[in-house]
């Protein structure tokens, strides 16, 4: 998608009773950036640019395609989503401790 003010939103489905589905929308430009530079315009937007603007933040991670970065990111909110791994804001904790796996968090 173009304009898109972020890089990325992964976004649930209705599906009905079949199985989880999501949809990924990605920014246009991603397609076009390297990790680095993808690395270094996330890093600067956390910035407000002054009339002193010799401060930037600059990543070198390679020449890897940031699609594939960030791919990998948002699959891992879909993993999440699937196993439940993440509570919701709207749950709460108590209720939430039941339905966990405790081999998933390492507890016997």
């Given at each position: ?5 972020n ?6 489905v ?21 990790i ?73």
């Amino acid at each position: 998608m173009d304009n898109m003010p972020n890089t990325a939103l992964t976004s649930p489905v209705d599906s009905g009773d079949g199985p989880k589905r999501f949809n990924i929308t990605f920014r246009a430009g991603l397609l076009n950036e390297t990790i680095s530079e993808w690395a270094s315009w996330k890093e600067n937007t956390c910035f407000t640019r002054t009339t002193d603007s010799s401060y930037a933040v600059r990543v070198e991670g390679g020449n890897l395609d940031a699609i594939l970065y960030v791919l990998l990111h948002e699959a891992t909110h879909v993993v999440d989503a699937v196993m439940n791994v993440t509570p919701h804001a709207s749950e709460n904790t108590h209720s939430l401790n039941r339905h966990r796996s405790p081999k998933m968090f390492g507890v016997r």
